[in-house]
Structures are given as C-alpha cells and as structure tokens.
C-alpha cells in the first residue's frame, strides 16, 4: 500500500480483555516496528522484525504483550489481560530494511482505551 | 541506558519567526538522526534525517544541525508558519538499531 496501514483506528475494551492490534507495513519494507505513545508523551520502542531475523523484543514491558509477523508483511501485537495502564497510542512504522538512513515512516496508530 | 531528551518541552514563536528546537542525546554510538513531527490525533511524519559523517543538512525551510562532540542536535524552521505547530521529536539510532525518541517539544505558532 502507500502507507503503513493500523487496525483499528480505535478500541475500547474491558480491563481483563485481549486484544489485537494489526499493522501493514509498506509494500518492499523488510523492517517492521511497533512502539507505544501515552497521552501527551513521547513514543516507547515495544518490538521490532527485520526480515526473517529474530525479533528485537526488548522493548516489550511484561509477559501481557507480544507479537507476531509473517515473513515480510502484516504483524498484530496482541496485549493480554488488559489494565488500564495499557491505554495509549499502539504506532507501527517500517522501513526498507533495518539500518541507519532508512527511513522509518509510520502509520496512524491504533489508540486503546481500556475501561 | 540510553537516553534522547529535549532542552525546552513548549516553544511559542511569532509567525514568520524563525524556530530552534534541540535535542541532546546520550549514546555516542548514534549514527543516524531524524526528526519527526506529530500533529494532534495523528502518526508521526518524518521531517529530515542526518548520519553522523555530517553536521549539517537542509530542506525546504528546515535545517538539522549535529554536534557529535556535545552529541547535540537542533532542528531550525525557517518563516514559521501557523501550520508548523504540532509536536517535534528527535530520534536517533546505533548500528541499525531501534530508533529511540526523545520526550517531544511543542511549537505553538503565534498569528
């Protein structure tokens, strides 16, 4: 596609809930990211894939979160058992391949709200 | 750990002004720079990048320095306008690694 395409744009569920969140990346990006956006803060690195490399974890903040991708196209990060403190903007972003000066463009984002 | 922070969280300039907004950042092993703007309700949009073999890099209206020395990064907007209000971070990156961003500044655009 054009761009790097999120769904949902926007989820509400019930603490305690599972949810998916969907990200496509650009068509040829081998890189994909997700990171995290609370309400008036700066973005948190939560994963990311570079081809059929094993992910970068690192930025995943509990056992709750986790994400998948096959090969070199759509990826969902799931949250399980959902708390409040998981409401934030999810953004996905990709880049032609991992690596310095490449340009790491981003979706919309999929803004949670968990009640 | 590493760490990418702002100097000033809200900047408020005139239109027509020009604007700096800064970036310090603490991994010396940092080779590739970006700044990204963010309106209300929206994803990230990338603005200009620099790699660390350069110190400076223009675009149109904007112009991103490096200072690999202080590890210091601004980015300049020329003839602000009302719609360059939104909030700017820095990001930087090592190796090919994760991008990690700063806190974000806001410019507020004054008509």
């Known amino acids: 596609g054009a761009g790097v395409s999120q769904s949902p744009s926007n989820k509400v569920t019930e603490k305690g809930k599972d949810v998916e969140l969907r990200c496509d990346p650009i068509?040829?990006?081998?890189?994909l990211y997700w990171y995290r956006q609370r309400l008036g803060q700066g973005l948190e690195f939560l994963i990311y894939f570079q081809g059929n490399s094993a992910p970068d974890k690192s930025g995943l903040p509990s056992d709750r979160f986790s994400a998948e991708r096959t090969g070199e196209s759509v990826s969902t990060l799931t949250i399980q058992r959902t708390q409040q403190e998981d409401s934030a903007v999810y953004l996905c972003a990709s880049s032609l391949i991992a690596g310095s000066g490449n340009t790491i463009y981003f979706g919309e984002g999929s803004w949670l709200t968990v009640v | 750990g590493e760490n990418v922070g702002l100097h000033l969280p809200t900047l408020s300039v005139q239109e027509g002004d020009n604007s700096i907004i800064n970036c310090a950042y603490s991994?010396?092993?940092?080779?590739?720079f970006i700044w990204y703007k963010q309106e209300s309700g929206k994803g990230p949009q990338f603005i200009i990048d620099i790699r660390s073999n350069m110190d400076k890099r223009q675009g149109q209206r904007v112009t991103v320095l490096l200072n690999k020395t202080v590890k210091h990064l601004s980015l300049q907007i020329a003839a602000t306008q009302p719609g360059d209000s939104a909030v700017y971070f820095c990001a930087t990156s090592a190796y090919g690694n994760k991008l990690v961003f700063g806190a974000g500044t806001i410019l507020r655009v004054k008509s």
């Open positions: 991994n010396s092993a940092s080779d590739y």
């Open positions: 068509s040829g990006h081998t890189a």
